[in-house]
């Protein structure tokens, strides 16, 4: 108990109490450091590594395994204990509140432009808006947007019964229905996301 009674005749529940076993090096042994507690000690491994089995040895976490945890833009290269995010070429590393992200550097060649909808149609608007114009004319409201830059598209969902996710060439010819939500009780569908896996889309 670490109380300080003789709660055992021999005064057992006494005896390893208040002891630093990590000052003494026969009792550590941990790789990296070393927790004393009340009543005994463990090992734990500096951010970046992770316990191994044997509960006292520590091994390199490879952050660049998922993306929850490197949270790089383009590329990640993982280091013993930690990971350093990169960009592919042509691009440059940016730093925003902790988040890594890549940014052309040639942007003369490439105008950034926005997707958006309004009312009954889909726009094309460059960020500094010197043009605008319509690519997708009778959408029947629009809610949700994104885009498949890969194969040069849009896609949207529309709010019918079932709703419907359409989808366009980028320069709105090509308007057809992809996909229709069968799901019950779905009313609409308000975010999109498109996602490329390692093996394609």
Excluded at 43 to 63: V, W
Excluded at 79 to 97: E, L, P, Q, R, V
Excluded at 126 to 151: H, P, Q, T
Aim: aromatic content about 8%; some cysteine.
């Amino acid at each position: 108990m670490c109380d300080k009674s003789n709660d055992c005749v021999d005064r057992s529940d006494e005896k390893h109490c208040n002891i630093n076993e990590c000052a003494t090096p026969e009792n550590g042994h941990c790789a990296q450091l070393c927790n004393d507690t009340q009543t005994g000690w463990f090992c734990s491994c500096r951010p970046g590594y992770k316990l191994m089995a044997d509960t006292k040895g520590c091994e390199d976490i490879n952050e660049c395994k998922s993306y929850d945890l490197n949270r790089c833009d383009q590329l990640c290269v993982n280091t013993k204990g930690s990971y350093k995010c990169t960009c592919a070429d042509g691009y440059k590393i940016m730093s925003h509140g902790g988040r890594k992200s890549c940014k052309l550097l040639d942007i003369s060649s490439v105008k950034p432009y926005l997707l958006f909808s309004e009312k009954q149609q889909i726009w094309s608007m460059d960020v500094d808006r010197v043009w605008e114009r319509i690519l997708v004319n009778n959408s029947r409201g629009a809610i949700a947007i994104d885009f498949d830059i890969k194969e040069q598209r849009i896609y949207w969902s529309e709010s019918h019964d079932p709703p419907l996710i359409k989808r366009a060439f980028l320069n709105g010819t090509g308007v057809e229905v992809r996909v229709i939500m069968t799901m019950r009780k779905l009313e609409r569908v308000t975010d999109l996301l498109f996602h490329y896996l390692h093996h394609g889309k």
